[in-house]
């Protein structure tokens, strides 16, 4: 089976000094129906892992991981693993936000506090392990069009300004001007088409075939 990975990754750094934070997310198949997802954290303290939960929406995934700081503990890097259950073998676009938090384990009524956050794009089925670093951020400006072969819903993550719909002989099909998260081809025929983007005076041109 072909693979195709397309990643993309916004860090969301919090306004004050993190003490703990995401290093590196890898990615990998584990089953046609689930996937591993491996999270290095780094601190500037000693701290350890606690808890985690994870929820899945549709093709958005949000995972949040506890930490609790000190107690003793001689750790000041961590790798932690959370399996997910998606149809790993399938072909799909996800938006992946994972959360860290330090949490109070002395007193429960103490809301924990967010850390740090990555969130990535990704596509499956994907190769048997995918590794993303921080210094490998890509910037928010990057559009990604899925599915692609589509049957007529093209779905948009990314801000753009307009965009137009070109057949195979270059001529204009469709043009749009407004806030959108998808476009609608299932009135053009199956074949190839070219969608020019632009975005903050640069352009693209993506190919995409409707089947």
């Known amino acids: 089976m072909k693979t195709f990975t397309c990643l993309i990754i916004l860090l969301c750094v919090p306004a004050k ?11 990998s198949p584990i089953s046609p129906h689930s996937i591993n ?11 350890y892992f606690q808890s985690w939960q994870y929820v899945v929406d549709d093709h958005t995934i949000t995972i949040e991981a506890f930490y609790v700081s000190g107690f003793g503990s001689t750790i000041e890097y961590l790798n932690n693993n959370f399996q997910l ?3 790993a073998d399938l072909a799909g676009t996800y938006d992946l936000t994972v959360k860290i938090y330090y949490t109070n384990q002395l007193d429960a009524y103490l809301q924990p506090e967010q850390q740090d956050e990555m969130q990535v794009v990704f596509q499956t089925p994907l190769k048997p392990i995918t590794f993303l670093a921080q210094q ?10 899925y599915p692609n072969p589509t049957d007529g819903n093209l779905h948009i993550i990314g801000a753009i300004d307009s965009l137009k719909v070109l057949d195979s002989q270059g001529r204009q099909v469709m043009q749009l001007r407004h806030f959108y998260d998808h476009i609608d081809l299932s009135g053009l025929a199956n074949g ?9 005076q640069s352009s693209r041109v ?3 075939i409707k089947r």
């Open 17 to 27: 000094a993190i003490a703990l934070s995401i290093q590196k997310l890898a990615l």
């Open 37 to 47: 997802v491996s999270i290095n954290t780094e601190a500037v303290e000693l701290y």
């Open 85 to 87: 259950p998606i149809d």
């Open 136 to 145: 490998e951020l890509i910037s928010k400006t990057a559009v990604i069009l």
């Open 192 to 200: 190839i088409y070219f969608v020019e983007i632009r975005q903050h």
């Open 206 to 208: 993506d190919r995409v």
